[in-house]
């Protein structure tokens, strides 16, 4: 916490609104932090409550408004709830799980996989019962069907709301609910990995997961967690993890009583495409059109390889990545920019005998994990550890990083952080880019065109998503907008030619 603390003028100064801290809570740290086993306490690696308050109130100092991760659908196995509920089928807390009978031949009682890999079910001896577990076998489900749980995790919710929190990250918010009668999930179409999330060889993604998530139910649950949320003027972003994602995130997002905002996965695959983006943006737009709902955009995450590894394709361009935030930053609804994707930070070096992360030790090597996007901040190329801490950090700090480190791209205008804070700051004054409608031009690889509308004033971006320069013909005249600082005015007339990875804004006349 008091590392989070001292770097807040930095985050403050990049011109964001808020941050988004991951899970800080006690846990045994099995999946860093999203494993707790005390909702209402800081876990003594990060700090103490006190040092929280004090993150809250300077960054509320500086005009930053604090977004915590809140993990509902499950907790760690050494939560003091599951200890009980393990020990017997008659203690109080013997439903807050779910848990359910073998089927005769001792096996579990369906076919559901965790998203780690192998069965989501693990036998507690003492119930003579399997335990549902959508993630490690430690991080047992909690069973949202029992209305004690629910009414529970709404308190944890207030908790942190009383203590200053303006809104929340809802990890795996479509995980609350699972089917009541345990229908086994029918199978993928073959050779298809339905989730962008899922890696291959993992049997997760053989299964369309019809039964053991984005059930029905979890709206009204959604909707008493919308009106306590309310009742302190919090926020709420949704993290939705599902064959449908966008489906999911607009019915989330509806109506204006559910989620504030939902985000998938849908634009971290591999394809970078101007079609790719298109089209996936504007089927949000075509499911929320009648509901309304807000979506929440971004390219990068803890879970996913850094953008301008994983779009990049081992062209290593700092214009890629001034390119990545400005189309980021035009596409309608918020947006999230990952901590060192304002540096350029491409996907961190981790040998496998420094690995953590047990998604990427179970499917080594075909797949290397997360901990490569969770490497060390570089705060300075001159300091032990990149200036990050002043002791042997989890992972280690990637020496690749070093030499983009914060303090080496402040005093250059021209950096990759130069560029965040120039852009960010130009956004803030173009309230189209804020709230206005979108529209997309059908156009051809490589150019990516869009229109944001807010009554008479339109605002033009076109976008050269490839290292090569491109001749553009724009739909229509416009007066060239300058200051965010991609490129200058390249045009003659309607015709403009974009240099690689350029960017053009113009208002519509």
């Known amino acids: 916490m008091p590392g989070i603390t001292a770097h807040l003028p930095y985050v403050a100064e990049l011109g964001v609104d808020a941050i988004w801290v991951s899970p800080f809570f006690t846990s045994p740290m099995k999946d860093f932090g999203y494993d707790v086993s005390n909702y209402r306490d800081v876990d003594p690696t990060f700090g103490t409550l006190a040092d929280f308050d004090r993150l809250v109130a300077e960054a509320h100092r500086l005009g930053l408004k604090v977004l915590i991760d809140q993990v509902l659908s499950h907790s760690s196995d050494q939560h003091a709830w599951f200890k009980e509920s393990r020990t017997s089928r008659t203690n109080p807390r013997a439903d807050w799980y779910v848990w359910a009978e073998a089927r005769p ?53 207030r908790f942190w709301m009383e203590r200053g929190v303006d809104g929340f990250r809802f990890d795996a918010c479509n995980f609350h609910f699972h089917d009541r009668k345990l229908r086994n999930n029918p199978p993928a179409r073959p050779g298809k990995v339905e989730l962008t999330s899922v890696r291959e060889g993992n049997p997760y993604g053989c299964q369309i997961h019809k039964f053991d998530k984005s059930r029905p139910e979890n709206l009204a649950f959604l909707k008493r967690l919308r009106s306590l949320l309310n009742a302190y003027g919090a926020m709420s972003v949704g993290e939705v993890g599902d064959e449908g994602a966008l489906a999911t995130m607009a019915e989330y997002t509806a109506d204006g009583d559910k989620l504030h905002m939902a985000y998938g996965f849908s634009l971290f695959t591999e394809e970078f495409s101007a079609e790719r983006i298109r089209s996936v943006v504007q089927e949000y737009e075509k499911r929320i ?25 081992g ?195």
């Open 105 to 157: 031949d001792g096996t579990p009682p369906n076919n559901w996989q965790s998203v780690f890999g192998g069965s989501a079910w693990s036998w507690e001896p003492r119930r003579r019962q399997y335990y549902l577990h959508n993630f490690l076998e430690s991080q047992p489900d909690l069973n949202f069907h029992h209305e004690p749980v629910q009414a529970e995790m709404l308190e944890e919710v």
């Open 289 to 313: 059109r009648k509901g309304g709902g807000w979506g929440c955009w971004s390219l990068s995450n803890h879970d996913n390889v850094r953008v301008v590894t994983r779009w990049g394709k």
């Open 315 to 509: 062209v290593d361009d700092a214009g890629l990545a001034k390119l990545l935030v400005a189309v980021l930053g035009s596409l309608r609804g918020s947006f999230c920019i990952y901590q060192g994707e304002e540096l350029g930070l491409p996907e961190g070096e981790v040998p496998f005998d420094r690995l953590i992360d047990p998604y990427g030790i179970a499917f080594w090597p075909d797949y290397k994990g997360r901990d490569g996007c969770r490497t060390p901040m570089p705060w300075t190329s001159d300091a032990p550890r990149g200036g990050f801490s002043t002791v042997e950090p989890w992972l280690p700090m990637s020496p690749g990083h070093l030499d983009r480190s914060v303090a080496t791209q402040t005093s250059d205008a021209q950096s990759v952080l130069g560029f965040y804070r120039q852009f960010l700051a130009w956004r803030k004054d173009l309230d189209p880019l804020w709230r206005g409608g979108i529209h997309f031009y059908q156009t051809a690889e490589p150019i990516l065109a869009l229109r944001r509308d807010l009554g008479p004033d339109r605002i033009l971006a076109v976008f050269n998503l490839s290292p090569e320069q491109v001749r553009h013909t724009l739909p229509a005249t416009v007066l060239c907008l300058e200051g965010h600082g991609l490129a200058p005015c390249p045009w003659e007339g309607r015709d403009i030619l974009l240099p690689p990875w350029g960017g053009f804004f113009g208002r519509l006349v």
